[in-house]
């Protein structure tokens, strides 16, 4: 008798008594063959089961069974992430443990959980032996086409932001699934650090940085594509590299109220598509109104002493405009590039000036990217380099004009 006549002559078995303990035993010698020849694949991991990632460090609870393949997993920082079983440790179980089995096509979106079947040898039939049939539908991703993807750093102590340590999170608080990947660059190649799939609205710890780990500069890259498990409307990938300044780190008014954490947070925005539909408003006479309106009106400062035949321009956000407060990062930078192109071609005009320093802070590292290009694609016969460390540190661009 091969393995499927032995199955149907189980099944007939079932049919042709009542439902009663023989019947649930039946049933447990058919789960036996199902698995032994790879009918069904059973999960090694149930509800309520002590785990350890295999691919990172840390564990956590097994808290629901997601599909045929995942679970989520509750962190020891409280945090509930889902997890391939395949990647997972068991290293205890929980009181309650079940075992997810695939179901067929009559099925329709329900999975069939029981305990592990015991051989027919060896098994006893006991009071609560059946098999449980629970409805476990995956939840339809949010509605909408927003796409929002932020670093933070959240320090552990917020009186020690010089000394203490931090912690980096992952934020997606899009409407759609991110799968994304997380690395540091290193020599012209980069560094893995963290990768994986991050649902709708949630967070995820990358990495908690000791004191001595922040003392340097350092870019972190950002890979990302957006998913939903229904009909939806594609996105383009993410491609960004975040220059991380420790000085930052270190300021208290780097570190704001936010939506994502009950303390103050370093938040660092990747991609936002309300703030670019609100780019998209602002139109060109917009920014040189803006513009007009502050160099009709300039704050008095203390100028650095510098050379009659150079000119100096600051293009901090606070020096272009007096209320920045409710422009977004795309709205500055358009305001800084339309600043930085006005005064070079007032500077190339000019018979007097030999050279200019533009001072653009360090930041992210976005403006002084947007400048390089405007001079190496729009001035080309104009040679530049970084202005003097002594003064500016890394925060200044010096072009020679003649």
């Not at 889902?82 to 999975?111: F, H, M, N, R, Y």
């Not at 000085?247 to 670019?276: G, P, R, V």
């Not at 000019?350 to 200019?356: D, E, V």
Request: one cysteine or more; a negative charge; charged letters at 25%.
């Amino acid at each position: 008798m091969d393995v499927l006549e032995m199955l149907i002559c189980h099944l007939n078995i079932i049919k042709s008594i009542k439902p009663n303990k023989i019947n649930y035993f039946c049933i447990n010698i058919l789960f036996d063959y199902l698995i032994d020849y790879q009918y069904i694949d059973v999960m090694k991991c149930g509800i309520g089961d002590k785990v350890r990632f295999l691919n990172d460090v840390g564990g956590g609870t097994v808290t629901k069974i997601i599909n045929k393949t995942t679970v989520a997993v509750q962190t020891d920082d409280g945090f509930e992430i889902p997890a391939l079983d395949s990647e997972l440790v068991l290293i205890g179980q929980g009181d309650e443990k079940l075992k997810a089995i695939i179901p067929d096509k009559e099925t329709s979106g329900t999975k069939t959980i029981s305990k592990k079947p015991v051989s027919a040898a060896n098994a006893d039939i006991k009071k609560h032996s059946e098999p449980v049939v629970v409805s476990h539908k995956e939840e339809t991703d949010p509605q909408g086409n927003t796409v929002a993807l932020y670093l933070a750093f959240v320090p552990e102590d917020s009186t020690k932001l010089g000394t203490g340590n931090k912690s980096l999170y992952f934020i997606n608080d899009s409407d759609y699934r991110v799968f994304y990947s997380l690395s540091v660059w290193n020599l012209g190649s980069v560094t893995p650090i963290k990768s994986g799939i991050l649902l709708p609205d949630s967070k995820e710890l990358v990495k908690t940085y000791g004191n001595n780990e922040l003392n340097n500069q350092f870019v972190i890259n950002i890979q990302s594509i957006f998913f939903k498990n229904s009909k939806y409307v594609i996105q383009q990938p993410e491609y960004s590299d975040i220059t991380i300044n420790p000085i930052k780190l270190c300021k208290d008014n780097s570190f704001i109220e936010n939506d994502f954490f009950e303390q103050n947070a370093y938040i660092i925005s990747i991609a936002d598509s309300k703030q670019e539909e609100l780019l998209k408003q602002i139109t060109n006479e917009a920014i040189s109104n803006s513009i007009k309106l502050k160099d009709s009106a300039p704050k008095p400062k203390v100028q650095k002493e510098v050379k009659l035949d150079t000119e100096e321009i600051d293009l901090h956000i606070e020096e272009l405009v007096d209320n920045h407060q409710n422009l977004s990062n795309g709205e500055i930078i358009q305001l800084q590039i339309a600043r930085f192109e006005t005064a070079l071609e007032g500077g190339i005009r000019s018979n007097g000036t030999k050279k200019m320093i533009f001072i653009h802070g360090l930041g992210n590292g976005k403006l002084k990217f947007e400048i390089k290009k405007i001079l190496d694609t729009k001035y080309t016969k104009l040679k530049y380099q970084d202005a003097s460390f002594k003064e500016y540190g890394y925060g200044a661009t010096l072009i020679y004009i003649r």
